[in-house]
């Protein structure tokens, strides 16, 4: 009960000691999926493991906004639309492979995972994602390990970024990243924010190896999202510096174990759970206030943060401070402001979300007009400097470019990891 009155304090009591250094950066992209820890089994009391409903007052935000009308390309892995949980969630999507299978083919299991944290129904014993009434539209792409033996499409995040930004979709979700960016990506991205699309991406899960800043969470157009555990403490593998601009939960949580969807593992899920639960919070935000820009539900997002630290300054560690959409949607805290600003840049951005193209973009392989679009029309299934950081109690209410110069020449390796 506690935890709850405190969960729209503005203010904390105590602040963070991590001790973290900052770390020289490094070039060396890592392979490995990081989510943390050795995973154990999940039991069959799912929603006893979801702390971060609780933490974020779900079951009274639902009363008001559920995240209908709202639609969030999740560029992954791929998504499964045929768990339980996300059955008559998921939109038909688009493929950036070039690999065989489409946006629905999960090759990894982190995509699905990410989908059923932002709009999982929790049927059939599954995630409960934070804004279940949301749209999931599937971006997949290829990540380092699945590249290693295929013939990929290298610039296939770029393209996913492109085709979210031309589609009915009013966010961005990419838990995935790396130490290199190039222009093609930046170009991507503030294409994206010229859409009027609100963009988050995992800033990384290497503060204890190196804290060199990931893309595309280190563009300025994108919100760069940390990982907390449940006290509202800083993951100790979260990165930190400027890069960071809001923080959400994200350790001891649920995911799928791997591609085969046969069970779900308990471990850290990484800035990449944090970054899908923020786009929840976002979707739950934006569903309350329609006729907001990304602009204002930005906005309020930072306005409401959870945070300890004064409100003109921002945590290396937790940026504006922890997601709490509860201040806004219950309480109705929070100064969109100016719907034309961005709170990230303080530059004038496209007054409003434009209509959807109907284009569909070159690459996909599901090319619908009506899912360009955004079309609420399931797929086969039923239906981002100050050096603050905190402590504060129960408050809490990508993919990569390396570019390769040789004699002049360009040459590009791709690698990307989940966050």
């Given at each position: 009960m506690a935890g709850m009155l405190q969960a729209r304090r503005r203010f904390g009591a105590h602040p963070l000691k991590l001790g973290l250094t900052r770390a020289l950066i490094v070039s060396s992209v890592s392979a490995l999926v990081v989510f943390g820890g050795t995973p154990a089994a999940v039991g069959s009391d799912m929603r006893s493991k979801l702390w971060y409903?609780?933490?974020l007052e779900a079951e009274e935000i639902w009363k008001t906004a559920r995240g209908e009308g709202i639609t969030v390309a999740v560029i992954d892995t791929g998504v499964n639309a045929d768990t339980p949980?996300?059955?008559?969630?998921?939109?038909?999507?688009?493929?950036?492979?070039?690999?065989?299978?489409?946006?629905?083919?999960?090759?990894?299991?982190?995509?699905?995972?990410?989908?059923?944290?932002?709009?999982?129904?929790?049927?059939?014993?599954g995630i409960q994602g934070l804004a279940p009434g949301v749209k999931i539209l599937p971006m997949r792409v290829p990540d380092e390990e699945f590249a290693k033996d295929k013939d990929v499409n290298l610039w296939g995040e770029e393209d996913a970024i492109r085709a979210a930004a031309?589609?009915?979709?009013?966010?961005?979700?990419?838990s995935m990243g790396g130490e290199f960016s190039t222009e093609r990506q930046q170009e991507a991205v503030r294409y994206a924010q010229k859409k009027g699309k609100l963009f988050f991406a995992s800033v990384g899960n290497n503060a204890k190896d190196g804290n060199a800043k990931e893309y595309p969470a280190a563009h300025p157009e994108v919100v760069g999202v940390g990982a907390t555990d449940r006290n509202g403490?800083?993951?100790?593998?979260?990165?930190?510096?400027?890069?960071?601009?809001?923080?959400?939960?994200?350790?001891?949580?649920?995911?799928?174990?791997?591609?085969?969807?046969?069970?779900?593992?308990?471990?850290?899920?990484?800035?990449?759970?944090?970054?899908?639960?923020?786009?929840?919070?976002?979707?739950?935000?934006?569903?309350?206030?329609?006729?907001?820009?990304?602009?204002?539900?930005?906005?309020?997002?930072?306005?409401?943060?959870?945070?300890?630290?004064?409100?003109?300054?921002?945590?290396?560690y937790l940026g504006h401070g922890l997601i709490r959409p509860a201040v806004n949607i219950l309480d109705g805290e929070g100064d969109p402001g100016d719907p034309d600003i961005s709170p990230l840049t303080n530059k004038r951005t496209t007054p409003k979300t434009p209509n959807p193209s109907p284009s569909t973009p070159a690459k996909s392989k599901a090319g619908d007009d009506a899912v360009a679009a955004g079309s609420e029309e399931a797929i086969a299934s039923d239906s981002k400097t100050g050096d603050g950081s905190s402590s504060l109690p129960l408050i809490i209410g990508g993919a990569a470019l390396v570019a390769?110069?040789?004699?002049?020449?360009?040459?590009?390796?791709?690698?990307?990891?989940a966050s």
């Open positions: 409903l609780d933490a949980s996300l059955k008559g969630q998921v939109l038909k999507g688009f493929d950036f492979t070039d690999v065989d299978g489409d946006a629905t083919d999960d090759y990894g299991g982190h995509g699905t995972t990410m989908a059923e944290l932002i709009a999982g129904t929790g049927k059939g014993d031309d589609s009915g979709a009013k966010i961005i979700s990419l403490k800083v993951s100790d593998y979260s990165q930190n510096g400027d890069i960071v601009d809001l923080a959400a939960p994200a350790d001891n949580l649920p995911r799928w174990c791997d591609e085969t969807f046969q069970s779900y593992c308990m471990g850290d899920g990484g800035t990449s759970s944090a970054t899908a639960i923020t786009s929840a919070a976002a979707a739950l935000i934006w569903s309350a206030h329609p006729d907001w820009t990304a602009n204002q539900v930005l906005r309020v997002m930072f306005d409401t943060a959870g945070r300890d630290w004064p409100d003109d300054e921002v945590s290396k390769v110069l040789l004699g002049g020449a360009a040459v590009t390796a791709r690698r990307r990891r």
